[in-house]
């Protein structure tokens, strides 16, 4: 079967650096999204990651290894804002979204 | 606002109602979904519609039917629910449902509680 693999919950001070891990195990790869989502609001587009590396945008970055499965978001300088829940999604080869359950993250002062 | 626009945002409703979920969007985008979205589980995703036509229907249940009549709004009818349809209801659309990034834009989502 599909899996996509993430930590339920996370807990960071702000100011801090916190990596969220994704692993997946799917039928082909095309490609690797993250999503924001703010309790009670629409989940809100991140970062996407096709070939191998790491893509920087801002505080946010995101790193992608298709050969061992693996991603990971690593956000910067935390926020008190960044407290929210974040969706790793992997699409397999039949263009098929395969949705992790998503990671809290509780941003401290 | 992030271009979608989904009402009601909340939604109490008996087994025995008839209610429906609206979706809009004006972002001229081709493809629209429906997901839903349970505490500590991954999106499921329900039905996919491309240029007006359903391309996917996921196993998704009767008592829940979806409607399309153009590009910019999806509709989703709900009838004899159960109390384990109880769940954020997510619209979302996309440029189309093919290849490439295909960033979806969701909506805020409706909160639905079937007593």
């Known amino acids: 079967g599909q899996n996509i693999d993430q930590p339920t919950e996370m807990t960071a001070t702000e100011g801090a650096i916190v990596q969220i891990n994704c692993t997946y195990q799917t039928s082909g790869f095309n490609g690797l999204f993250w999503y924001q989502q703010h309790a009670g609001e629409a989940p809100t587009f991140l970062s996407y990651?096709?070939l191998d590396g790491l893509e920087e945008k801002g505080r946010f970055s995101s790193f992608l290894s298709r050969s061992k499965g693996y991603s990971y978001l690593l956000l910067k300088e935390l926020q008190m804002k960044d407290s929210a829940s974040y969706l790793c999604a992997v699409r397999d080869s039949n263009y098929q979204l395969i949705w992790g359950a998503g990671t809290k993250l509780i941003i401290k002062p | 606002e992030t271009g979608v626009t989904q009402t009601p945002r909340h939604l109490v409703m008996g087994m025995t109602n008839k209610k429906s979920l609206k979706c809009e969007q004006h972002l001229g985008h081709n493809a629209m979904y429906w997901y839903k979205q349970s505490a500590k589980k991954p999106l499921e995703l329900m039905f996919v519609y491309n240029f007006k036509e359903q391309t996917e229907n996921n196993s998704v249940p009767s008592r829940f039917s979806p409607e399309c009549p153009n590009s910019s709004h999806l509709f989703l009818h709900l009838h004899t629910l159960q109390p384990e349809d109880s769940a954020l209801y997510l619209c979302a659309s996309s440029q189309d449902s093919g290849s490439g990034a295909n960033v979806l834009t969701f909506g805020a989502g409706s909160r639905l509680t079937v007593l």
């Open positions: 990651n096709v």
